[in-house]
């Protein structure tokens, strides 16, 4: 029973990793910066247009879950679509990211900087 649940638990964290290379790269990212701990948020921020200042908000309890919450939003702005697509990547990360990861989105630009305003 626990080799099937790894199996199922190591298939979500692979497509997960994927998911998030493909946004990556549709936004004209590295992919591979999806890998590495820190910068991954670093080029999360920059898709969104946030400023890499709010790093520093995921070091700080309550205030990590607004930033993040808001980080997803935003990714689902910039990418064309609506916030209760964002609230999908917020409440159901793991189905949403490979959603925006495999479907036809495209990056329309930084949703926090002013460049995306879609799906409202």
């Known amino acids: ?3 099937i649940f790894s199996i199922i638990y190591l298939a979500v964290i692979i497509g997960a990793i994927v998911a998030q290379w493909k ?3 549709k936004a004209g990212k590295p992919g591979w910066a999806c890998l590495v701990p820190i910068y991954n948020i670093i080029v999360l921020l920059e898709i969104v247009g946030r400023p890499v200042w709010w790093i520093v908000l995921f070091l700080i309890p309550i205030a990590n879950f607004i930033a993040l919450i808001l980080i997803q939003l935003d990714l689902a702005k910039s990418f064309g679509k609506s916030t ?3 609230l999908g990547l917020v409440f ?3 189905i949403f990211i ?3 990861g495999f479907g036809d989105a495209t990056y329309v630009g930084p949703a926090a900087a ?3 305003q879609g799906g409202q």
Do not use: H, N, Y
Request: glycine residues 22%.
């Open 92 to 94: 159901l990360a793991p």
């Open 114 to 116: 002013g460049g995306a």
């Open 98 to 100: 490979l959603i925006l």
């Open 1 to 3: 029973m626990k080799v």
């Open 23 to 25: 946004i990556f790269t």
């Open 84 to 86: 209760g697509f964002g």
